[in-house]
Nanobody, 115 residues
């Protein structure tokens, strides 16, 4: 069993940055790939980034250059930083992790970009 909890969301002004955390608990020994999705209001959930247990990263083309994914395996925590945010970044952000071949999801965390 694996549990994921996102934190760090809230309000941010356009042009600023937001840093989200995803804390993993449970059977962390066999956690492999991790990553982030988001769901804009009224839109489908979209892929943002992944990071492997060996720290190889992959990003959605639409987000390259302003998104950074990282993880600290010693702390069982993954991070997502989004720079130069715009109002269209307003969404619920979800983290995921694979335990062996089983995916687990966090509950989601809201980010609102407004002036």
């Amino acid at each position: 069993q694996v549990q994921l909890v996102e934190s760090g969301g809230g309000d941010v002004r356009p042009g600023g940055s937001v840093r989200l955390s995803c804390a993993v608990s449970g059977n962390t020994f066999t956690i492999g790939d991790m990553g982030w999705y988001r769901q804009l209001p009224g839109k489908q959930r979209e892929f943002l980034a992944t990071i492997t247990d060996k720290l190889f990263t992959n990003y959605a083309n639409s987000m390259k250059g302003r998104v950074t994914i990282s993880r600290d395996n010693a702390k069982n925590t993954m991070y997502l930083q989004v720079n130069s945010v715009v109002p269209e970044d307003t969404a619920v952000y979800y983290c995921f992790a694979y335990e062996r071949t089983t995916p687990y999801w966090g509950q989601g965390i809201s980010v609102t970009v407004s002036s």
